[in-house]
């Protein structure tokens, strides 16, 4: 089935480490995006990728950094300068174009030890 | 950009239908009305959409007033598996942003 995949599902980070999220999509679908969630609040956009090998900066990008090399595939990595990383992180894509809907993976949530 | 409010929860009985509102005064004429929900531990799901007429789907009917200030969203018979939050979204037709933004949206509890 055609989908959006991240992994891992759960994610832990010692102060100072960096760590990336993966995230995958055969939707041959142009645009990606990350978000983050805060536990009783809406979702927050991180980065954003409406083709490949360009990214722009969404509302909240400092201490994150992106790539997108290849069109399946825009992986998000938390820098030790992002100081509250905890968090849900969710990935999404769509076709592109005006009002396209755009289809989310099951996230990873990712906690300092 | 222009803002939605919602109320933080509501409560249905399983079979009924559930009307979900959402104010927009501040829409523009290129905002179209997006909805998408959420279930616990889960990323987001598209619901449905529209710009100025009522919009039926597999999923649920958008109801948008005429002066489009406000809409709602119906699902005509609730089930446990609709328990999840509402988002309502604006987003701006007119250029291509892929943009959306998140509000706190409404709790929908299913009752049995």
């Known amino acids: 089935d055609g989908g959006i995949t991240q992994s891992p599902k759960y994610l832990f980070r010692k102060e100072g480490q960096n760590v990336t999220l993966s995230c995958e999509q055969n939707?041959?679908?142009?645009?990606m995006y990350w978000y983050r969630q805060d536990p009783g609040q809406g979702l927050r956009l991180i980065y954003y990728?409406?083709?490949?090998?360009?990214?722009q900066k969404g509302d909240i990008a400092e201490g994150y950094s992106v790539s997108r090399e290849k069109k399946e595939s825009f992986p998000l990595t938390v820098t030790s300068a992002q100081k509250n990383p905890t968090a849900f992180y969710l990935c999404?894509?769509?076709?592109?174009?005006?009002?396209?809907?755009?289809?989310f993976g099951d996230g990873t949530r990712l906690s300092i030890l | 950009d222009a803002k939605t409010t919602q109320p933080n929860s509501m409560e249905s009985n399983e079979e009924e239908p559930v009307h979900l509102p959402c104010n927009h005064s501040?829409?523009?004429?290129?905002?179209?009305i997006h909805w998408y929900r959420q279930l616990p531990s889960q990323g987001p799901e598209y619901v449905i959409h529209g710009l100025t007429s009522n919009v039926n789907n597999r999923m649920a009917s958008l109801a948008i007033a005429e002066d489009r200030k406000s809409s709602t969203l119906i699902l005509h018979r609730a089930t446990l598996r609709d328990a999840a939050v509402y988002y309502c979204?604006?987003?701006?037709?007119?250029?291509?942003?892929?943009?959306?933004?998140f509000g706190t949206g409404t709790r929908l509890q299913v009752f049995p």
């Open positions: 999404a894509s769509s076709s592109g174009g005006n009002n396209q809907p755009q289809h």
């Open positions: 501040t829409i523009s004429g290129t905002d179209y």
């Open positions: 939707l041959n679908h142009d645009a």
């Open positions: 990728s409406q083709i490949v090998n360009d990214f």
């Open positions: 979204i604006l987003r701006d037709g007119s250029y291509n942003t892929d943009k959306l933004i």
